[in-house]
Nanobody
Framework: QVQLVESGGGLVQPGGSLRLSCAAS????????MSWYRQAPGKERELVAR????????TYADSVKGRFTISRENAKNTVYLRMNSLKPEDTAVYYC?????????WGQGTQVTVSS
């Protein structure tokens, strides 16, 4: 069965950095695009970044462009989200996601809190 397990969240001061990881299993990881979403309290879940199966193409939400970087290591079945210059508005639960026909799969989420 498909499993996505996130790690790397925590409390960080504004301007700080974190790297999130998502370990995937149960499907041919190298054949599927992967995404990071986030959901802040009282808000809808939103797409943060997406990476193609080979890692050659990435897309980002406007709010994180230039600060966040998505990457993947297909040999390790892992996708990453490097977050720099963090702002309080980046505070949210971050979820790893893939669409493995015919449905979306989600991890359990990892909390990121940006606060002084």
């Amino acid at each position: 069965q498909v499993q996505l397990v996130e790690s790397g969240g925590g409390l960080v001061q504004p301007g700080g950095s974190l790297r999130l990881s998502c370990a995937a299993s149960g499907f041919t990881f190298s054949s599927y695009a992967m995404s990071w979403y986030r959901q802040a309290p009282g808000k809808e879940r939103e797409l943060v970044a997406r990476i193609s199966s080979a890692g050659s193409s990435t897309t980002y939400a406007d709010s994180v462009k230039g600060r966040f970087t998505i990457s993947r290591e297909n040999a390790k079945n892992t996708v990453y989200l490097r977050m720099n210059s963090l702002k309080p508005e980046d505070t949210a639960v971050y979820y790893c996601n893939t669409f493995y026909g015919p449905r979306n799969y989600w991890g359990q989420g990892t909390q990121v809190t940006v606060s002084s």
